[in-house]
Every structure is written in structure tokens, then in C-alpha cells.
């Protein structure tokens, strides 16, 4: 199985991206973490941002995807 976490802005441009790929389907993927930083690792205003993750699975390809809101205070 293969995982993508995209966290965009409020304007829609992909500020991180974190990719897993899982050979043997683990039975449950409890967390992942983040700091807070873009993809040059400098850290994120306070705002709202929007994050998507993509669960495909690598033997038949199918994929789940699920858009929500997140809030960065500081």
C-alpha cells in the first residue's frame, strides 16, 4: 500500500508532501507526524490549511482519497 499526505494552502498550492510505501499492508497505521515546515523546511505561517490523503493499494491499484481542514496556531 502506498500512502500520500499533501498539505496545501488555502490558495491551493502543495506546500508538503509526505509519501509512504508499505510492501506488506500493515493491519492499522496509527499516526504520522509533521513539523509544521514546507517542503524547504521552513516553518508554516498560523492559518488554515487543507491536507489530502491517498491510500492506493500497490496490487490492484484501487485508491481511497479523503480532502480535510486543518488550523496552525502558533
Known amino acids: 500500500m502506498e500512502v500520500a499526505i499533501r498539505i496545501f494552502d488555502r490558495q491551493g498550492k502543495l506546500v508538503h508532501q509526505i509519501l ?3 510492501e ?3 493491519s492499522s497505521i496509527e ?3 509533521w513539523n509544521g515546515t514546507n517542503g524547504n ?3 508554516l ?3 488554515i490549511y ?3 490523503v491517498v491510500v492506493r493499494s500497490l496490487t490492484s ?3 481511497n482519497v479523503e480532502n480535510k481542514k486543518m488550523i496552525i496556531i502558533k
Open 20 to 22: 509512504t510505501k508499505y
Open 31 to 33: 499516526n504520522t507526524t
Open 41 to 43: 523546511g521552513i516553518e
Open 24 to 26: 506488506n499492508s500493515p
Open 45 to 47: 505561517n498560523s492559518g
Open 61 to 63: 491499484g484501487d485508491k
Open 50 to 52: 487543507l491536507y489530502q
